[in-house]
């Protein structure tokens, strides 16, 4: 609403290609940001928009810069757990693990309390801190039967801490509940779940790409053989010839020699009449 009528469509059509594009074409959507925000930086919207855009394709200095403004601007904290993981993708967990201890966080909804929670954990692993991660995710939340949109996560997050540690077992079980609760598809939990129970799943596709080759194989194997025949019968024939051409080579000597000896012989008779 601060902007001229004209300027506020461009950038709302920006805004709208981020959104749109942010999970299936990052870079995309990364760029639709970087115009809106050229042309209105002063937009506490725009300044989220293109955090988030920063965030999706691991630029998490310029993330954490746009979060920054637009909570100068708005004066809300709803952005304080992905700022502090933003600390933890430039290598500063320590700083997100302060951040979780900050008053802020007492501050935010139930949604944002769990996500903070998610990136405290987060940060412990990233310093060593296996048990520590453990402890930290244990919590009201994680033991309630209730479905939430963040239960699945919740509950993934514990279980790959439990098998950090080597609690395999509990770990497992924690796969499967977060499976329960992944109604969107949002963890691979089935995946690590098969994982630990030793399944492979192979893909059919490829099982029949592969009974397709195997008769061009048989195919190939069957060119060879067909070639070592006709170099033998090539062979048997170059023989033939060979044997024919030495046979008529000795009649031909054959013949000359009886018509040297008739010769002489007609020559003695010859010398006998004189």
Same mark, same amino acid.
């Given at each position: 609403?601060?902007?001229?009528?004209?300027?506020?469509?461009?950038?709302?059509?920006?805004?709208?290609?981020?959104?749109?594009?942010?999970?299936?074409?990052?870079?995309?959507?990364?760029?639709?940001?970087?115009?809106?925000?050229?042309?209105?930086?002063?937009?506490?919207?725009?300044?989220?928009?293109?955090?988030?855009?920063?965030?999706?394709?691991?630029?998490?200095?310029?993330?954490?810069?746009?979060?920054?403004?637009?909570?100068?601007?708005?004066?809300?904290?709803?952005?304080?757990?992905?700022?502090?993981?933003?600390?933890?993708?430039?290598?500063?967990?320590?700083?997100?693990?302060?951040?979780?201890?900050?008053?802020?966080?007492?501050?935010?909804?139930?949604?944002?309390?769990?996500?903070?929670?998610?990136?405290?954990?987060?940060?412990?692993?990233?310093?060593?801190?296996?048990?520590?991660?453990?402890?930290?995710?244990?919590?009201?939340?994680?033991?309630?039967?209730?479905?939430?949109?963040?239960?699945?996560?919740?509950?993934?997050?514990?279980?790959?801490?439990?098998?950090?540690?080597?609690?395999?077992?509990?770990?497992?079980?924690?796969?499967?509940?977060?499976?329960?609760?992944?109604?969107?598809?949002?963890?691979?939990?089935?995946?690590?779940?098969?994982?630990?129970?030793?399944?492979?799943?192979?893909?059919?596709?490829?099982?029949?790409?592969?009974?397709?080759?195997?008769?061009?194989?048989?195919?190939?194997?069957?060119?060879?053989?067909?070639?070592? *025949? %006709? #170099? @033998? /019968? +090539? !062979? $048997? =024939?170059?023989?033939?010839?060979? &044997? *024919? %051409? #030495? @046979? /008529? +080579? !000795? $009649? =031909?000597?054959?013949?000359?020699? &009886? *018509? %040297? #000896? @008739? /010769?002489?012989?007609?020559?003695?008779?010859?010398?006998?009449?004189?």
């Amino acid at each position: 609403m601060s902007l001229p009528k004209t300027l506020a469509e461009d950038v709302a059509r920006n805004l709208v290609m981020v959104a749109k594009l942010l999970d299936e074409d990052p870079e995309q959507a990364y760029g639709y940001s970087r115009v809106a925000l050229r042309l209105a930086s002063r937009v506490a919207a725009v300044r989220e928009a293109a955090g988030f855009a920063s965030y999706a394709v691991a630029k998490y200095a310029e993330a954490l810069a746009e979060f920054r403004a637009a909570r100068r601007m708005t004066g809300s904290v709803e952005l304080w757990p992905i700022m502090a993981d933003c600390e933890r993708g430039m290598g500063r967990p320590e700083r997100a693990l302060a951040m979780a201890g900050e008053p802020e966080v007492q501050k935010l909804d139930k949604a944002g309390q769990v996500e903070m929670r998610l990136v405290a954990a987060g940060a412990r692993k990233d310093m060593g801190q296996a048990d520590a991660a453990v402890v930290t995710l244990q919590s009201p939340e994680l033991a309630s039967n209730s479905i939430q949109p963040w239960t699945a996560r919740l509950r993934y997050a514990y279980a790959d801490a439990l098998l950090e540690v080597g609690r395999e077992a509990e770990a497992r079980e924690w796969f499967a509940k977060a499976l329960e609760a992944d109604q969107g598809g949002t963890t691979n939990a089935s995946d690590r779940l098969a994982e630990l129970d030793g399944v492979e799943f192979t893909d059919a596709l490829d099982e029949s790409e592969d009974a397709e080759q195997e008769p061009q194989g048989e195919e190939a194997k069957a060119g060879p053989a067909e070639s070592k *025949d %006709t #170099e @033998s /019968k +090539d !062979t $048997e =024939s170059k023989d033939t010839e060979t &044997e *024919d %051409t #030495e @046979s /008529k +080579d !000795t $009649e =031909s000597k054959d013949t000359e020699t &009886e *018509d %040297t #000896e @008739s /010769k002489g012989k007609d020559a003695e008779e010859s010398g006998e009449q004189g």
